[in-house]
Every structure is written in structure tokens, then in C-alpha cells.
């Protein structure tokens, strides 16, 4: 089936780690996206990807870097430098770039400092 | 810049009740996309409708059913009948045709609470 596989489900991290998120696609979209999700809030967009080898910052990228070297992967790292990392993560991806075609989204990470 | 604000932020019900959630946005483009989306308990965006600026014609999909009314940007989605396996949490979500890269915005979402 195709889909948005997200891993890990759970993610615990000390204070001054590192830590990449995953995420693949097989659905073929050209345009992947990472949000943030704090508890009883909305979803606010970190970066996003039209196409391989190129992404955009979104509304909060600071502390966050990501990498797209092949069309289905899209991996998020979570640096020292985000001061307040712990929050659900979510990737999509969509087919369309001008808006009209709805995201797909993965099932999450939740992300917890220690 | 593009804006969603979500009227209530929860809404609790009785089994067979109907369910009205507000959405309202702001986008200063012509063309434009707007979404409703559940989150149910496992956390997963789940896509329900969608509807572009220049189609104001509102319709009915089993349970669902949506008002959109450009004169007044909003954007408001109803369950008819709800179960409570509509318990979950909403969100409105607008996206413009000439913003890069699809960036959708959402609200903060409504949690819907159908009771037994």
C-alpha cells in the first residue's frame, strides 16, 4: 500500500543531543513538508521540499535542519539549538505544488526531552 | 499573509446530534484551496474535503457537508448524525495557489467529543 511511513513512533532525547526523524514515501510526490504540533494546537510548518536537492524554511525552522537527497525521503534533525524541541512531528507530502492537491500525512513522531 | 482561526476549540455532543464547526481565513490571494482535516486519537492527518476559491457550491458527502461563503471567508463543515467514531479533533486548513511549495496553514483545531 502506498503511504507516509514515519519512524520512530516514540522518541526520547537527552538535552544537547541531535536526533533525526525519519520519513519515506512511495506515493511518487515531489513536494514533502514537516510540521509541528504542540498539545491542543494547530499544526505549524517547519520546512518543506518542492523537489530533490532543494526545501524552504517554513514559519519555525530554527534549531531544525533537513535534507532531500532522494525524491522519497525527507529525514528532519532535530539540533541542540532548538530550545523547546519536545512536540508530535508530522510529514506529508503532496503531489501538487500549486496548492490544490490535499497532503498526505505520516502517522507521527512524538518527540520528548529527558 | 495567510490566516485560519477555528471558532470553537471543542464541541461535545450526543450520539444522532449534528456538528457545525467554523473555520474563517484570511489569504490576500485570488485562488485558493481550502481543507478540512480529522486527527483522530493515533495521531494521523486524515484528508476529508477540499474546496478552491472559485466554486462556492456547497454539497453533501454522506455525513458531511460544507458551507463555504467567500463574502465572509469562512468555511464551515458539518457531520450529520454524528457516532462517536467521529470523536476526534478537526482542522481547517487554507492553501494558496501561488504560494511555494503548497504551504498549508491550519487553525488550531476543534476537539469534537460524541458521546454514547
Known amino acids: 500500500d502506498g503511504g507516509i511511513t514515519q519512524s520512530p513512533k516514540y522518541l526520547f532525547r537527552k538535552e544537547g543531543q541531535n536526533v533525526t526523524l525519519s520519513c519515506e514515501q512511495n506515493?511518487?510526490?515531489?513536494?514533502m513538508y514537516w510540521y509541528r504540533q504542540d498539545p491542543g494546537q494547530g499544526l505549524r510548518l517547519i520546512y518543506y521540499?518542492?523537489?530533490?536537492?532543494?526545501?524552504q524554511k517554513g514559519d519555525i525552522a530554527e534549531g531544525y535542519s533537513v535534507s532531500r537527497e532522494k525524491k522519497e525521503s525527507f529525514p528532519l534533525t532535530v539540533t541542540s539549538a532548538q530550545k523547546n524541541p519536545t512536540a508530535f512531528y508530522l510529514c506529508a507530502s503532496s503531489i501538487d505544488i500549486g496548492g490544490e492537491g490535499e497532503a498526505f500525512f505520516g502517522q507521527g513522531t512524538r518527540l520528548t526531552v529527558v | 499573509a495567510q490566516k485560519v482561526t477555528q471558532v470553537q476549540t471543542e464541541i461535545s455532543v450526543v450520539e444522532k446530534e449534528d456538528v457545525t464547526l467554523d473555520c474563517v481565513y484570511e489569504t490576500r490571494d485570488t485562488t485558493y484551496y481550502l481543507f478540512w482535516y480529522k486527527q483522530p486519537p493515533s495521531g494521523e492527518l486524515v484528508f476529508l474535503i477540499r474546496r478552491n476559491s472559485f466554486d462556492e457550491q456547497n454539497e453533501i458527502s454522506g455525513r458531511y457537508s460544507w458551507n463555504f461563503q467567500k463574502s465572509t471567508s469562512s468555511f464551515n463543515f458539518t457531520i450529520t448524525a454524528s457516532q462517536v467514531v467521529d470523536s476526534a479533533v478537526y482542522f481547517c486548513a487554507l492553501s494558496e495557489a501561488w504560494a511555494a511549495g503548497n504551504k498549508l496553514t491550519f487553525g488550531g483545531g476543534t476537539r469534537v467529543l460524541v458521546k454514547p
Open positions: 506515493l511518487n510526490h515531489d513536494a
Open positions: 521540499s518542492q523537489i530533490v536537492n532543494d526545501f
